[in-house]
């Protein structure tokens, strides 16, 4: 059974940094595109950051470009989002998500409702 299961989120203050993990299981990691994805209270989901099964191409939605990180480790079979710099505009429940025939980063990215698996999400608030 596919599982995908988010940590790390919390409150922190502006400017500062967490890193979210997403643990999978049920599946080989190493062959998926993986995305990050939010969703602040009455906004639409969003897609923040997607990375292919390689590690080697990477998307990033352009209010998160040089402040935050992805990253994979097939391994461990764990993706990770370092997350630097936040704002208040960051704050949302973040998820990890995957659909199995999407490789395209950019296509992922930008299609949250096509995913076909989603984690249960985490919690990151921003405020002082």
């Known amino acids: 059974q596919l599982q995908l299961v988010e940590s790390g989120g919390g409150l922190v203050q502006p400017g500062g940094s967490l890193r979210l993990s997403c643990t999978t299981s049920?599946?080989?990691?190493?062959?998926?595109?993986i995305g990050w994805f939010r969703q602040a209270p009455g906004k639409e989901r969003e897609g923040v950051s997607c990375?292919?099964?390689?590690?080697?191409?990477?998307n990033y939605v352009d209010s998160v470009k040089g402040r935050f990180t992805i990253s994979r480790d097939n391994a461990k079979k764990t993706v990770y989002l370092q997350m630097n710099s936040l704002k208040p505009e960051d704050t949302a429940v973040y998820y990890c998500g995957t659909a199995l025939r999407i490789t395209s980063v950019q296509r992922m990215c930008a299609a949250p409702y096509d995913m076909d698996f989603w984690g249960k999400g985490t919690l990151v608030t921003v405020s002082s």
């Open positions: 990375i292919s099964s390689s590690g080697g191409s990477m």
């Open positions: 049920g599946f080989t990691l190493d062959y998926y595109a």
